[in-house]
């Protein structure tokens, strides 16, 4: 019976549909001189949603000089068009 189990988990797990990409549009500054800028980041799917997402976010942006602002917006793969659009050279970065 275990191995019946066993092969019927398995053909679930391979059925069950992957996870989508998950990415953030953020607001962000850097003091002296004041600098803001938009951008887009690639964000772990469990942490798909705006407070994750400025978890995830505030430190890898800390690293680069900035602070985090606000987290604009969160969407998936079908959004990067839009998104790399107003980031710029800040889509993807962080």
């Known amino acids: 019976m275990a191995p019946v189990v066993l092969a019927v988990v398995a053909v679930m797990a391979l059925a069950a549909p992957a996870q989508a990409a998950c990415y953030a549009q953020y607001k962000a500054k850097q003091d002296n001189p004041l600098r803001f800028h938009v951008g887009v980041a690639e964000v772990?799917?469990?942490d798909c949603s705006k407070a994750a997402a400025k978890r995830?976010?505030?430190?890898?942006?800390?690293q680069g000089g900035w602070t985090l602002l606000n987290v604009i917006d969160i969407f998936g793969p079908e959004g990067l068009d839009e998104g790399k659009a107003s980031a710029r050279e800040y889509f993807l970065r962080y």
């Open 44 to 46: 772990a799917d469990a």
């Open 56 to 62: 995830a976010l505030a430190p890898r942006l800390a």
